[in-house]
């Protein structure tokens, strides 16, 4: 029998039942002051899954700045491994380890790091090379660094996806996204009461009408060009109907559903850097095995139909520039 993430999300349930997320253990910055993490070509090893919103992030703005050739990248398997521990396996690859880095399992460069570490072993984390230690597994921030502290290698005519001039805004959007859309989900699919879960629920739906709203005359959520507010939105819109509309119960309305943010989702999916690391068969695989006790057949879902994805959106009539 498989681990399902009820086990080991249990430990981050308070006493109503609201789902409240785990702490980054790994939060030092990247920079250039005493202290911080140095920016540098080739040290370092971006750990994901394909499945994790998060870490799906740090896989889109990677692309969109060119830092393939400067961080390279380890894929782990979207079904969880049959252990105890919320761990994440590398058996994509052969002999079912990481190829650079020699590891089954990601909690090894975790406990390398720290052999005291008791919370999740989580996606994305970012390994040096130089020691096989996690440095930093800081979702939040990790892209923000990408955009700032690596900016030297970024690739010629790089889109700015959190320019200077829009920093408090987007900082602002960010902070609401993620409280109410991108963990909403999560607080709703692992309340373990009536209460939190209607809660999560409402405030999920209330701040998607309102995207809603603020997509109708604007091209994406800041105007005329892609930012780091779109990726963040994107990634949770991108398995809204795949997973979370029935695994965790947000079952409102479908993505579907929405005029804007439909259209909007599939703008950005038809975006190089979207799409092509969306893996919907991964994302399904993880939340109707991992995430849905009940499957006990682990019978995956077929649908939705993937082809809607490159139906015309017609978003660029609001913005005649492009990324």
Request: overall charge negative; proline content about 5%.
């Amino acid at each position: 029998m498989r681990i399902s993430s009820d086990k080991w999300t249990g430990k981050e349930v308070d006493k109503s039942g609201k789902f409240v997320r785990q702490k980054n253990r790994f939060d030092t910055p990247f920079g250039e002051e005493e202290g911080q993490l140095q920016v540098e070509a080739g040290r370092y090893r971006l750990l994901w899954a394909p499945v994790c919103p998060w870490a799906h992030r740090s896989i889109i703005v990677r692309k969109l700045l060119g830092l393939e050739d400067v961080i390279s990248v380890g894929k782990a398997d979207p079904k969880r491994p049959n252990v105890s521990r919320s761990d994440w396996a590398f058996t994509l690859d052969e002999g079912d380890v990481d190829p650079v880095l020699g590891i089954h399992y990601i909690s090894e460069v975790y406990l390398n790091a720290d052999p005291d570490y008791q919370g999740r072993f989580t996606v994305p984390a970012l390994v040096d090379l130089k020691t096989k230690k996690v440095v930093n597994n800081d979702y939040f921030h990790l892209t923000l660094y990408f955009e700032t502290a690596w900016k030297k290698y970024h690739k010629p005519g790089a889109p700015d996806l959190y320019p200077e001039e829009l920093r408090e805004e987007i900082d602002t959007l960010n902070d609401i996204i993620f409280r109410e859309v991108n963990n909403g989900v999560y607080k709703a699919g692992f309340a373990r009461s009536q209460e939190a879960y209607e809660e999560a629920y409402h405030t999920v739906f209330n701040r998607l009408d309102w995207l809603e709203e603020r997509l109708a005359d604007r091209r994406y959520l800041f105007g005329d060009k892609i930012t780091e507010s779109d990726v963040r939105l994107y990634v949770t819109l991108a398995r809204f109907d795949v997973a979370y509309h029935n695994i965790f119960r947000v079952n409102k309305k479908r993505l579907r559903d929405y005029d804007n943010l439909w259209a909007y989702a599939r703008d950005l999916y038809q975006t190089p850097g979207f799409g092509n690391t969306t893996d919907f068969a991964a994302i399904k695989k993880h939340y109707h095995i991992d995430c849905n006790p009940g499957n006990i057949h682990q019978i995956i879902a077929k649908g939705p139909d993937e082809e809607a994805w490159l139906l015309p959106h017609g978003r660029e009539k609001l913005s005649e520039n492009k990324i």
